[in-house]
């Protein structure tokens, strides 16, 4: 069983920035980042091929957050700027077995809170 741990999480105001980090115990095909907010569905914010060739973001974070990777550390980035309230939400590392999927994932870290807030 893949195990991923998260840290970078904390209160930021209002267009300031994060920077979350991903450690998966082995290699897989994609890692990426969800997020569920109070009162909200969890949903999807960025995959990142394992090759780094091939990258997905939501519309609501595009141009704003950015997802890198070290592979030879199987670490996944997400670099948050322009944090808006609305950013809020405990974000989860996920993982892909043999192909990324916009509602889900195959693996789940425990979550980071992010909390956006003057």
């Known amino acids: 069983q893949l195990q991923l741990v998260e840290s970078g999480g904390g209160l930021v105001q209002p267009g300031g920035s994060l920077r979350l980090s991903c450690t998966a115990s082995g290699r897989t095909f994609a890692m990426g980042w969800f997020r569920q907010a109070p009162g909200k569905d969890r949903e999807f914010v960025a995959w990142?091929?394992?090759?780094?060739?091939?990258?997905y973001y939501a519309d609501s974070v595009k141009g704003r957050f950015t997802i890198s990777s070290e592979n030879a550390k199987n670490t996944v980035y997400l670099q948050l700027n322009s944090l808006k309230p609305e950013d809020t939400a405990v974000y989860y590392c996920t993982a892909a077995r043999i192909m990324v999927r916009l509602t889900t994932a195959d693996y789940w870290g425990q979550g980071t809170q992010v909390t956006v807030s003057s």
């Open positions: 990142l091929s394992y090759t780094g060739a091939t990258t």
